[in-house]
């Protein structure tokens, strides 16, 4: 459902951007509003990763397993185990190994959810080969070729030899072409104002913060970029 989308975007803004103490504040908030309407699980996974940046590692693994429970975020939940494993003092790693012969399954059956929330958490683990792969398979899906085009942006920014913006910029661009505008993707438009920032377009990149109001950020400029 959008509201879910539009809030998982602004978990990502918030993450790359290390606003950490915002994600458990948002989650918790659309999670009481959202809870009748819809699936509320990919918040739930979002926030015990919030857990893991906060140094909670321990109510972050019981949390993930819990969502790891849900079919549709096996792979996320997997993945945010891992990184949860390997930030302890004591890492098993058998543990790990399981996690990950797990995600390679999870990811045969993972739905566009689980796909989008799975490549961002690669991201922000830098975990990129596998991020890639989770973004190819929902460019296969009918209903994930723009979350696709948007994830590879992302990945094109966080590539470990530096970031290719244009290319970034190009995957961004064509994620919001040829979209009904009510249903751009958030994610995209963020991108393209990231492209704009680290371009040195400051003035663009000023406008554009001026114009996101923290309640919503869903500013009628940042929609005029993809025009």
């Known amino acids: 459902m959008a509201e879910v989308q539009n809030t998982e975007d602004l978990i990502f803004y918030y993450l790359r951007n290390d606003l950490v103490h915002h994600v458990r504040n948002l989650a918790n908030k659309r999670i009481q509003q959202l809870k009748k309407k819809g699936n509320t699980d990919v918040l739930f996974f979002w926030k015990g990763?919030?857990?893991i940046y906060q140094g909670d590692l321990d109510g972050a693994v019981k949390?993930?397993?819990?969502?790891?429970?849900?079919?549709?975020?096996?792979?996320?939940?997997s993945i945010g185990l891992?990184?949860?494993?390997k930030k302890q003092k004591s890492i098993d790693?058998?543990?790990i190994r399981e996690l990950e012969d797990f995600a390679k399954s999870a990811l045969t059956r993972a739905d566009l959810?689980?796909?989008v929330a799975a490549a961002r958490a690669c991201m922000l683990t830098r975990n990129l080969t596998l991020g890639r792969q989770i973004a190819k398979r929902a460019g296969q899906r009918p209903d994930g070729v723009a979350a696709s085009l948007a994830l590879s942006g992302w990945l094109e920014m966080y590539r470990s030899g530096?970031?290719?913006l244009d290319a970034a910029n190009g995957y961004f661009s064509k994620a919001l072409s040829g979209v009904d505008p009510a249903s751009k993707s958030l994610d995209a438009m963020l991108g393209r104002v990231e492209f704009f920032k680290r371009k040195g377009l400051y003035v663009l990149f000023a406008v554009c913060r001026a114009c996101v109001p923290p309640s919503s950020f869903l500013p009628s400029f940042l929609r005029s970029l993809a025009r």
């Open 93 to 95: 790693r058998e543990a």
């Open 113 to 115: 959810v689980g796909l």
């Open 63 to 77: 949390l993930l397993r819990k969502v790891k429970k849900k079919k549709a975020m096996e792979l996320p939940a």
């Open 49 to 51: 990763v919030a857990l």
């Open 82 to 85: 891992i990184f949860a494993h």
């Open 162 to 164: 530096g970031p290719d």
